[in-house]
């Protein structure tokens, strides 16, 4: 039987809440411990569905010995995105789904307003602009349709973690394409945002989802994500930065772990109507 399979690449970033709510509809999950040498599947009809967690290693290490798993993570994640199979990536796991969709990662960095017309652009010289701790996502219209963020709300707050970012994946222009004609389809949807990074979240084609953003986390898991990364923290916050995010956590939590779970049953729901009308 076909099961969601749940890729995690290290020990403070587990699955939180995602392995319940997939329980509560019936379905089987399998958590892959990469760090500790469990293999990436190769199989694809072994595989309902693919989550890909976060983690501390980035887009740039693919190749790397040090984290030899992640060139097979791209590997299967080109053929899902081939195939339009169902994968649900969550921040590493967006950077890594959008690499293997063709879209360039980065490292998110402090933009400028643009002229008339003309899109924002990096500060010069470059300043790197993190996001660690709470804050509010926006749901951007017509992204804010998507059935998978049905029942958001602008202003939703959730926790990130990253120094990354990246363009929205686009699938190749048809070979029939005139020039001065419509503008080809993109085959993906902008689905949330932030003051600091725009491309929070996104649907490519149809079944693959990236967020950068954390739902899934328990209060554990965000204990342990800011004890383990404090330098990183303290660094680009302050002194009280931990403190401050520990506060926010006490007073977001609640209603952050609500619209954390209707994100993955939307998800659920989502895949399953699909499935039916194939």
Not at 53 to 72: R, T
Not at 103 to 121: H, L
Not at 200 to 207: D, S, W
Not at 249 to 265: C, D, H, I, P, S
């Amino acid at each position: 039987m076909s099961k969601v399979v749940v890729l995690q690449h290290v020990a403070h970033e587990g699955p939180g809440r995602i392995p319940a709510v997939l329980r509560d509809f019936g379905i089987q999950t399998e958590v892959r411990h990469l760090y500790k040498g469990d293999e990436v599947p190769s199989d694809l009809d072994e595989i309902r569905a693919l989550v890909v967690l976060g983690g501390s290693m980035g887009v740039a290490d693919v190749g790397s010995e040090k984290f030899p798993f992640l060139a097979k993570e791209v590997d299967l994640l080109k053929r899902l995105v081939a195939a339009d199979r169902a994968v649900l990536g969550i921040c590493l796991g967006a950077q890594l789904l959008a690499h293997a969709a063709g879209a360039k990662v980065y490292p998110n960095v402090k933009m400028a307003p643009g002229g008339p017309g003309q899109p924002p652009k990096p500060v010069e010289p470059t300043e790197p602009l993190p996001e660690f701790g709470w804050a509010p996502v926006s749901f951007p219209f017509p992204g804010g349709t998507e059935p998978i963020v049905f029942g958001m709300t602008d202003g939703a707050p959730m926790f990130h973690w990253h120094y990354d970012t990246f363009d929205l994946p686009k699938l190749p222009p048809p070979a029939e394409a005139k020039p001065g004609g419509p503008p080809p389809p993109t085959g993906n949807a902008l689905l949330s945002s932030t003051a600091k990074c725009r491309n929070q979240a996104f649907r490519f084609k149809n079944r693959l989802f990236g967020f950068q953003y954390h739902f899934e986390f328990t209060e554990k898991d965000i204990d342990q994500v800011l004890s383990t990364n404090r330098a990183d923290v303290d660094k680009h916050m302050g002194d009280y930065g931990a403190a401050q995010i520990r506060d926010e956590t006490k007073k977001y939590y609640v209603r952050y772990a609500r619209l954390g779970e209707r994100l993955l049953k939307n998800w659920v729901q989502f895949l399953r109507v699909y499935e039916e009308t194939l």
